[in-house]
């Protein structure tokens, strides 16, 4: 017998997502908008956890291959990054993407 869920729907369903044909053309409205673009990078020059977050902000992330590109970098107002201990170099973006919206978060909620 199969329990039903009491659980709420995933963020997917809760969370507007655009998808974008053309990324630079998108990062330009954004910037344009008021939006400030932040890109989150092992080769950023602050920290995550004293970046103001408060605003209208979008994260850029990379992969873990890749990073990202040099001309999607130039458009971004920051470049940040998350500590990391030992010898890892750089994070899964997924997990990445996790600890930066959550910090996003906190700083807008915190009164």
Do not use: W
């Not at 103001?52 to 040099?70: C, K, N, R």
């Not at 470049?79 to 919206?101: D, E």
């Amino acid at each position: 017998m199969l329990m039903q869920s009491r659980l709420q729907p995933g963020a997917l369903n809760l969370v507007p997502v655009h998808r974008s044909p053309n990324l630079k053309n998108t990062l330009r409205y954004l910037k344009d908008s008021g939006v400030k673009l932040v890109a989150v990078t092992e080769h950023g020059s602050m920290d995550y956890g004293i970046t103001d977050l408060t605003g209208p902000v979008a994260f850029i992330l990379g992969s873990e291959e890749d990073g990202i590109s040099p001309e999607y970098l130039k458009l971004c107002d920051e470049r940040i990054k998350i500590p990391l201990l030992g010898t890892i170099g750089s994070l899964n973006v997924s997990v990445a993407a996790g600890i930066i919206i959550f910090e996003a978060l906190r700083q807008q909620t915190v009164k």
